[in-house]
């Protein structure tokens, strides 16, 4: 069994508090390449998750979910 970290919470917790992409890069300095790496489901850093809960005033729950891989 494999197990994986998904990001799905981080895009409906950004479309509840009214927050975009656009806005994460141009307002809260996040890169374009950590954006990249969400969206692509790779390994963020703590201090990245940190960032993003701070900036949307949410819990790590929020953010991403880890659930095993049924294969």
Sequence with gaps: MVFIISYEPLWETMRRK???TY???KNHSFSRGTLDSLKQ????STSTLNDLCRTLG??????LQYR???K
């Design 58 to 63: 949410c819990r790590v729950e929020d953010i």
């Design 41 to 44: 489901g790779r390994n963020i």
């Design 18 to 20: 009214g927050v975009t």
């Design 68 to 70: 095993p891989d049924e």
């Design 23 to 25: 806005a994460l890069i």
